[in-house]
């Protein structure tokens, strides 16, 4: 099965420099990926998604990139602000038949700090 | 995801007692998910299902059981066979044939 490795764990910066954070997967089937953020005590949110047909997609000041050859993509936060701050989770496609399930990184908790 | 909702917000459950938590969306969407999140963890697949009075277990299915009479609706119960049930529980539903999910706003269970 897939197997989504994410990192950095933790990831502290100061309010308008830029955080990146990595995730790894194994399956080389897989073609969509997509980044959730989550606040403390709500809702994962679907902030941007990335399929295997284009190598880079931009959101205002988001970003993923998308590496296929090293199976590894990144989500990219430039002029970080404070409310920036929360956990980031990558996630990948189980190619299981005809199921759609998606395998979650263990999360990234940014601090961007005023 | 503003179009799913997930009932109670906080659930506390007794020892030995099965609670269900509920999980509706209008979204016309045919799959639904629930995933378990822990403090300070990720997100674990409970059960899923694909379409109408059909599910399959995820990773950690153990003490949970699920039904999917209806399109909008996918409630989990969380039976007294779960004996660490304390946890975020988060659904999720998305359109059929893409991998796309959207979430509810959790439910909180406590075990008093």
């Known amino acids: 099965g897939e197997n989504v490795e994410q990192h950095p764990s933790t990831l502290s910066v100061q309010e308008g420099d830029s955080a990146v954070i990595k995730c790894t997967y194994s399956?080389?089937?897989?073609?969509?990926f997509p980044w959730y953020k989550q606040e403390l005590g709500k809702r994962p949110q679907l902030i941007i998604d990335?399929?295997?047909?284009?190598g880079e997609k931009k959101d205002q000041r988001i970003a993923v990139t998308l590496n296929k050859t090293a199976k590894h993509f990144s989500l990219h936060i430039t002029e970080t602000q404070p409310e920036d701050s929360a956990v980031y989770f990558c996630a990948a496609p189980l190619p299981s038949g005809s199921a759609r399930q998606l395998t979650f990184g263990s999360g990234t908790q940014l601090t961007v700090l005023p | 995801d503003g179009g799913i909702t997930q009932s109670p917000k906080y659930l506390f459950r007794k020892e030995g007692q099965n609670v269900t938590l509920s999980c509706e969306q209008n979204?016309?969407?045919?799959?639904m998910y629930w995933y378990r999140q822990d403090p300070g963890q990720g997100l674990r697949l409970i059960y899923y299902?694909?379409?109408?009075?059909?599910?399959q277990k995820g990773d950690i299915a153990e003490g949970y059981s699920v039904s999917r009479e209806k399109k909008e609706s996918f409630p989990l119960t969380v039976t007294s066979a779960q004996k660490n049930p304390t946890a975020f529980y988060l659904c999720a539903s998305g359109p059929r044939y893409q991998e796309t999910q959207y979430f509810g706003p959790g439910t909180r269970l406590l075990v008093l």
């Open positions: 399956d080389s089937a897989s073609n969509y």
């Open positions: 299902s694909q379409i109408v009075n059909d599910f």
């Open positions: 990335i399929r295997s047909n284009v």
């Open positions: 979204l016309n969407h045919d799959a």
